[in-house]
């Protein structure tokens, strides 16, 4: 029972030093948040591994964080090319093809009193449907292959992208639009110089809601079918081999590329709305 008061000795004291910072007179400086997110997650791992060994947790019910490390590091090569098959073909290739689909078609929509009225409920039903439903579906229809993987993501992200960005391009008010009226802009002049800036926040919402679903929709999919290679495919076996660690450092893995991936868009969102209200807060 050492171990399980030490661990708890460690997260009284994390909790403690953590409320210091947040609370204190240099709360709002980067540094202190970037270091209570950085003391609240090493206080959680090491709390997990006393937790494991003191309680004697067997690996095939969760595995400590050392043991996720070693296996991590002793897979590297299966997990890059598990990583190049999963994110960087399927995923990336699936979100930049939903994402550039979804965008041509709200300009569309917004020219369209008939295509927002009816294609937009459609839109909400395909959202609605269950991705274990589709993507044995696509897998059927393009192959084991990422090609597959990349479909069940455009059909994840598309709509909620297309809601987004319709959302946006109809933001503009009537006095903006009379006032482009006024000096003669034509509909594509008042588009790239009102509408689209107004609805990249709105975009950039959908591109980041996106990020998480292309990985989602990239790791499922591959539960039905896919090449020896692969997240999915990788979490599935160890899964029925009971090699808990290697599922583990795959979601490792799959968390570090969604992170990644988020803070991307979310660098691209500063650069291009550093104009609006949310982002001048952050300053």
């Given at each position: ?51 494991v060994r003191g309680l004697e947790v067997p690996l095939v019910i969760l595995p400590a964080p050392s043991q996720i490390a070693v296996r991590f590091a ?6 890059w090319a598990d990583f190049t098959q999963t994110i960087l073909k399927g995923a990336l290739g699936g979100y930049v093809m939903g994402c550039l689909a ?182």
């Amino acid at each position: 029972m050492g171990l399980v008061i030490f661990a708890a000795v460690i997260w009284v004291g994390g909790w403690w030093v953590n409320h210091k910072l947040a609370n204190g007179p240099r709360a709002e400086t980067a540094f202190v948040r970037l270091l209570v997110p950085a003391i609240f997650g090493v206080t959680l791992l090491a709390v997990w591994e006393l937790l494991v060994r003191g309680l004697e947790v067997p690996l095939v019910i969760l595995p400590a964080p050392s043991q996720i490390a070693v296996r991590f590091a002793s897979s590297l090569p299966v997990l890059w090319a598990d990583f190049t098959q999963t994110i960087l073909k399927g995923a990336l290739g699936g979100y930049v093809m939903g994402c550039l689909a979804a965008v041509c078609t709200a300009v569309l929509v917004d020219r369209s009193d008939f295509l927002r009225r009816g294609l937009l409920p459609v839109g909400n039903f395909v959202a609605a449907l269950p991705i274990v439903g589709t993507a044995p579906i696509l897998v059927m229809w393009y192959g084991f292959d990422w090609q597959s993987k990349a479909a069940v993501v455009v059909v994840m992200i598309f709509f909620p992208m297309l809601v987004n960005t319709v959302a946006g391009l109809r933001e503009t008010n009537d006095m903006q639009r009379d006032l482009m009226q006024t000096y003669a802009a034509s509909y594509w002049q008042s588009f790239v110089k009102l509408r689209l800036p107004v609805a990249l926040p709105f975009i950039f919402n959908g591109l980041k809601i996106s990020t998480t679903l292309a990985l989602i929709g990239a790791i499922v999919a591959e539960f039905f079918g896919s090449p020896t290679v692969g997240m999915g495919f990788r979490i599935s076996t160890s899964v029925g081999q009971l090699a808990l660690d290697m599922v583990w450092a795959e979601i490792v893995v799959a968390a570090l590329a969604g992170s990644a991936f988020y803070g991307l868009v979310s660098m691209f969102e500063r650069i291009f709305t550093f104009w609006h209200p949310s982002q001048r807060s952050r300053a």
